[in-house]
């Protein structure tokens, strides 16, 4: 069982970053699927979560209007839009899958966000 994010990077503010999970192991059509992240010294933030079939989202506040969280389920894959990114949104980004009491992690992927 696994899972791996990839698409992190440096940007410039106001620039966009696509991020992509994709699992093994296992399939993700009945998982919640998120987005997490976080920030040395800090605790690990929920940014973004859909629902198993795609028909629910929510946002952290912070994020609302900017990133986009959307997932393909015969590709085994969530993804997550990031648009006009602040300096604040520089973070390690991680996925997660939760279904019931069974929860799987990625390793994380980097976003820094600096001129």
């Known amino acids: 069982v696994q899972l791996v994010e990839s698409g992190g990077g440096l940007v410039q503010p106001g620039g966009s970053l696509m991020l992509s999970c994709v699992a093994s192991?296992?399939?993700?059509?009945?998982?919640?699927m998120s987005w997490y992240r976080q920030v040395p010294g800090k605790e690990r933030d929920l940014a973004a979560v859909i629902t198993s079939a795609g028909g629910l989202t929510n946002y952290a506040s912070s994020v609302k209007g900017r990133f986009t969280i959307s997932r393909d389920n015969a590709k085994n894959m969530v993804y997550l839009q990031m648009n006009s990114l602040k300096a604040e949104d520089t973070a390690v980004y991680y996925c997660?899958?939760?279904?019931?009491?069974?929860?799987?992690w990625g390793q994380g992927t980097q976003v820094t966000v600096s001129s």
């Open positions: 192991g296992f399939t993700i059509s009945n998982y919640v």
């Open positions: 997660r899958a939760q279904w019931g009491r069974s929860a799987y």
